[in-house]
Nanobody, 118 residues
Framework: QVQLVESGGGLVRPGGSLRLSCAAS????????INWYRQAPGKERELVAH????????NTAESVKGRFTISRDNAKNTVSLQMNTVIPDDTAVYYC???????????WGQGTQVTVSS
């Protein structure tokens, strides 16, 4: 059974840093593109960052560009989201997902809460 588990969320002060991790069981993450999404209360889910299966292509949303970085660790079968210089608007539940191109196969984690507050 495939399972994605996000971790690393918590309370952080504005200007601080946090590193989220997405770990998989039953799925080799290096075979799939991975996205990080976030959803704040009352708002739609937003795509935050993307990394290709090879890791050679990464993209981040304009709202986090220059502050967030997505990366892979294939040896650990994880994908991370490094969040620097966080702001209150980064407060949300963060989700990772993996998908198989050309199919309807999509896997989601349960999410991890990030709260940016002083």
């Amino acid at each position: 059974q495939v399972q994605l588990v996000e971790s690393g969320g918590g309370l952080v002060r504005p200007g601080g840093s946090l590193r989220l991790s997405c770990a998989a069981s039953g799925l080799t993450l290096s075979m799939y593109p991975i996205n990080w999404y976030r959803q704040a209360p009352g708002k739609e889910r937003e795509l935050v960052a993307h990394i290709s299966s090879t890791g050679r292509v990464t993209n981040t949303a304009e709202s986090v560009k220059g502050r967030f970085t997505i990366s892979r660790d294939n040896a650990k079968n994880t994908v991370s989201l490094q969040m620097n210089t966080v702001i209150p608007d980064d407060t949300a539940v963060y989700y990772c997902n993996a998908y198989q191109i050309g199919t309807r196969n999509v896997w989601w984690g349960q999410g991890t809460q990030v709260t940016v507050s002083s």
